[in-house]
DNA sequence: GCCGTTTTCGGCCCGACTGTTTTCAGTCG
């Protein structure tokens, strides 16, 4: 599939225009690569089966642009994007991320230094050459290693649930204040993106000075960027940046609205500002220099005409044809999710006993519990054979004895009283390089529910992965398919395999796909959790814990199901036990 | 370079901040 590849293309042409001070190109340019990046079909296909007007189909894309995307994909090349980097022979990528580096400057220190990479930029700025330079001063040097420094320690970018706990933590302690009159996330930590680049904080205060004060002398600041009355920047300890932006109370919303983005959902919704002869900003709603919304985000979608949009679905990847349309999904709760089914215990080497597990998952106020151990062909990670999983099975049922029975006979179901809270025993078994799995059918079948992952040969190719992976589907015994594209997030790519093919497979055998909710999982990702859906595929939100503090990542997983517009009748673990019980018989 | 239920020409999201200037360019979100 071409389509990154063409898009990032169209980008770093876009800079390449900038460099020169083209004017509107580069607009154009990043237009059309944001929606080469937004087509869902393979580029190349809609061309070989549609030709060259398909292309202009595409959003932003013209007659002159088609052309360029049909010399990429005959040639492997194109040829002005081609003359552009001989002109400029820079790493663009790696030098825009240094932040307050843009094309402008990689032009200038190109053609006075000849820097063409991070290491010759780092090299000019400790020389001290780059502070000579017209526009560049003592600061901008400093600045340059700074910025260079994070770069290569962060690759720019963190966890959502690496900095999640200490941004709680810190808004926390800002909302104890006396006079903080209103907190927030806003952003890409607002949105739960899986990697965030530094956090926004929106307040209003009846004493900004004091709050600016408080805020730059936090025990997490290592450094303070730039201090004011509107805004303050520091860097925590664990490596991040957080802006915290001191509002005026009659513009909280439109900030909020505004400081959460996307940028791409935000350009989308002035746009619609301007249709209706209105003007969005920072500031508020405005017709003409009347303000007419701005306290409350719902005010501002209101004004607009939209009904409030979760931060979750903001990318403008159509909430906002849907919002206009009244057809917003409702999208799957925090609250919602009444039980984890993929849990470990101490039996596979989890910290944990299943009775503390389960102890737990009640405290999280959860119906039930999957516990779902590794099985034999993980020797590493202590895995459980045929004997000790029936061994389990024992000690489970042993367990479930013992929690309270409900005081009222409502909860009687079948003639039989159901507990307030039960253990249900699966275990995450392995696809084997056959498809074929490590744990015998007789005993699968002896178990409330079987989860399957591969845990490897992971870089098998596209075909004989699918293969492998439809083929457990297949078995009847199987219900639930463990992180299915085994990405780690910033550090291994998904595997090979044919997605659309492993719906197909799982809409015909009710297979539940599983999105994992470890922080570098979030496996499914939003846009396969959105395909999912879309082909009636039903999930699972787990946490894949080893240790019962893992049981909370739950929130990420929650997130990314919103991100992918996952309902709660999408998701099995959102329903009674007895409903789930009843979709693994079947 | 793209785009049109006012337009096939004349617009394109836009305000704030930083570091460098002495009125502003470049970058960011």
Same mark, same amino acid.
Request: hydrophobic fraction near 35%.
């Given at each position: 599939?071409?389509?990154?590849?063409?898009?990032?293309?169209?980008?770093?042409?876009?800079?390449? #225009?900038?460099?020169?001070?083209? /004017?509107?190109?580069?607009?154009?340019?990043?237009? !059309?690569?944001?929606?080469?990046?937004?087509?869902?079909?393979?580029?190349?296909?809609?061309? &070989?089966?549609?030709?060259?007007?398909?292309?202009?189909?595409?959003?932003?894309?013209?007659?002159?642009?088609?052309?360029?995307?049909?010399?990429?994909?005959?040639?492997?090349?194109?040829?002005?994007?081609?003359?552009? &980097?001989?002109?400029?022979?820079?790493?663009?990528?790696?030098?825009?991320?240094?932040?307050?580096?843009?094309?402008?400057?990689?032009?200038?220190?190109?053609?006075?230094?000849?820097?063409?990479?991070?290491?010759?930029?780092?090299?000019?700025?400790?020389?001290?050459?780059?502070?000579?330079?017209?526009?560049?001063?003592?600061?901008?040097?400093?600045?340059?290693? /700074?910025?260079?420094?994070?770069?290569?320690?962060?690759?720019?970018?963190?966890?959502?649930?690496?900095?999640?706990?200490?941004?709680?933590?810190?808004?926390?302690? @800002?909302?104890?204040?006396?006079?903080?009159?209103?907190?927030?996330?806003?952003?890409?930590?607002?949105?739960?993106?899986?990697?965030?680049?530094?956090? /926004?904080?929106?307040?209003?205060?009846?004493?900004?000075?004091?709050?600016?004060?408080?805020?730059?002398? @936090?025990?997490?600041?290592?450094?303070?960027?730039?201090?004011?009355?509107?805004?303050?920047?520091?860097?925590?300890?664990?490596?991040?940046?957080?802006?915290?932006?001191?509002?005026?109370?009659?513009?909280?919303?439109?900030?909020?609205?505004?400081?959460?983005?996307?940028?791409?959902?935000?350009?989308?919704?002035?746009?619609?500002?301007?249709? &209706?002869?209105?003007?969005?900003?920072?500031?508020?709603? #405005?017709?003409?220099?009347?303000?007419?919304?701005?306290?409350?985000?719902?005010?501002?979608?209101?004004?607009?005409?939209?009904?409030?949009?979760?931060?979750?679905?903001?990318?403008?990847?159509?909430?906002?044809? !849907?919002?206009?349309?009244?057809?917003?999904?409702?999208?799957?709760?925090?609250? *919602?999710?009444?039980?984890?089914?993929?849990?470990?215990?101490?039996?596979?080497?989890?910290?944990?006993?299943?009775?503390?597990?389960? %102890?737990?998952?009640?405290?999280?106020?959860?119906?039930?519990?999957?516990?779902?151990?590794?099985?034999?062909?993980?020797?590493?990670?202590?895995?459980?054979?045929?004997?000790?999983?029936?061994? %389990?099975?024992?000690?489970?049922?042993? @367990?479930?004895?013992?929690?309270?029975?409900?005081?009222?006979?409502?909860?009687?179901?079948?003639?039989?009283?159901?507990?307030?809270?039960?253990?249900?025993?699966?275990?995450?078994?392995?696809?084997?390089?056959?498809?074929?799995?490590?744990?015998?059918?007789?005993?699968?079948? %002896?178990?409330? #529910?079987?989860?399957?992952?591969?845990?490897?040969?992971?870089?098998?190719?596209?075909?004989?992965?699918?293969?492998?992976?439809?083929?457990?589907?297949?078995?009847?015994?199987?219900?639930?398919?463990?992180?299915?594209?085994?990405?780690?997030?910033?550090?291994? *790519?998904?595997?090979?395999?044919?997605?659309?093919?492993?719906?197909?497979?799982?809409?015909?055998?009710?297979?539940?796909?599983?999105?994992?909710?470890?922080?570098?999982?979030?496996?499914?990702?939003?846009?396969?959790?959105?395909?999912?859906?879309?082909?009636?595929?039903?999930?699972?939100?787990?946490?894949?814990?080893?240790?019962?503090?893992?049981?909370?990542?739950?929130?990420?997983?929650?997130?990314?199901?919103?991100?992918?517009?996952?309902?709660?009748?999408?998701?099995?673990?959102?329903?009674?036990?007895?409903?789930?019980?009843?979709?693994?018989?079947?």
């Amino acid at each position: 599939m071409k389509n990154l590849e063409i898009a990032k293309i169209f980008y770093e042409m876009a800079d390449y #225009f900038e460099m020169e001070e083209i /004017d509107f190109k580069p607009f154009a340019y990043r237009k !059309a690569a944001v929606g080469v990046e937004a087509t869902k079909e393979d580029i190349e296909e809609i061309y &070989k089966k549609w030709g060259l007007k398909a292309l202009e189909e595409i959003p932003g894309v013209g007659k002159n642009l088609a052309l360029k995307i049909e010399e990429y994909i005959k040639t492997g090349k194109i040829l002005r994007y081609e003359r552009l &980097k001989k002109e400029t022979p820079v790493d663009l990528e790696k030098l825009m991320s240094v932040d307050g580096i843009g094309p402008r400057k990689i032009k200038q220190l190109y053609q006075k230094l000849k820097i063409k990479n991070l290491k010759d930029l780092e090299k000019k700025a400790k020389s001290g050459e780059i502070a000579g330079l017209e526009g560049f001063g003592e600061k901008s040097g400093k600045n340059i290693l /700074d910025g260079i420094e994070f770069v290569k320690k962060s690759k720019g970018r963190f966890l959502l649930g690496k900095i999640m706990p200490s941004v709680e933590d810190i808004l926390k302690k @800002l909302s104890g204040l006396e006079y903080v009159l209103e907190i927030t996330m806003a952003g890409s930590a607002r949105r739960m993106r899986e990697t965030i680049g530094d956090v /926004d904080i929106l307040a209003v205060s009846k004493n900004p000075k004091k709050l600016a004060d408080f805020f730059s002398a @936090l025990p997490e600041t290592v450094k303070v960027w730039s201090k004011g009355l509107k805004r303050v920047s520091i860097r925590t300890k664990s490596g991040f940046d957080i802006d915290l932006r001191i509002i005026p109370e009659k513009s909280f919303g439109s900030a909020l609205q505004y400081f959460t983005g996307s940028k791409e959902h935000n350009i989308a919704t002035r746009r619609i500002a301007i249709e &209706k002869g209105l003007k969005l900003n920072e500031y508020g709603v #405005f017709r003409g220099k009347k303000m007419i919304a701005g306290k409350t985000e719902q005010d501002i979608y209101r004004a607009i005409g939209l009904a409030w949009i979760p931060p979750e679905i903001r990318e403008n990847s159509g909430e906002i044809e !849907a919002a206009i349309a009244g057809k917003l999904p409702e999208l799957v709760g925090y609250d *919602d999710i009444k039980g984890d089914l993929h849990c470990h215990s101490s039996w596979d080497g989890g910290e944990n006993s299943i009775e503390q597990m389960a %102890q737990a998952a009640i405290e999280m106020g959860y119906e039930y519990i999957g516990i779902s151990d590794h099985t034999k062909f993980l020797r590493i990670e202590q895995g459980l054979d045929e004997k000790q999983l029936l061994l %389990q099975k024992k000690e489970i049922e042993k @367990l479930n004895n013992s929690f309270p029975l409900p005081s009222h006979s409502s909860a009687e179901v079948g003639g039989e009283r159901r507990r307030k809270f039960r253990i249900i025993q699966g275990c995450e078994t392995n696809i084997l390089a056959d498809g074929s799995v490590d744990i015998s059918d007789d005993v699968l079948a %002896q178990l409330d #529910f079987v989860i399957a992952g591969v845990h490897s040969g992971l870089k098998m190719e596209k075909e004989k992965m699918t293969e492998r992976i439809i083929k457990a589907m297949r078995n009847p015994n199987i219900d639930i398919i463990s992180h299915p594209t085994g990405r780690l997030i910033q550090e291994r *790519d998904e595997c090979q395999i044919d997605f659309d093919k492993i719906l197909m497979v799982a809409k015909e055998t009710g297979i539940i796909l599983e999105i994992n909710s470890s922080p570098d999982r979030l496996d499914l990702k939003d846009i396969n959790i959105r395909k999912a859906k879309e082909a009636g595929v039903k999930m699972a939100i787990n946490t894949d814990s080893h240790d019962k503090i893992h049981l909370g990542n739950i929130k990420y997983g929650i997130a990314q199901a919103r991100r992918g517009w996952a309902e709660k009748e999408d998701i099995v673990n959102s329903q009674k036990l007895n409903n789930l019980l009843g979709y693994f018989k079947r």
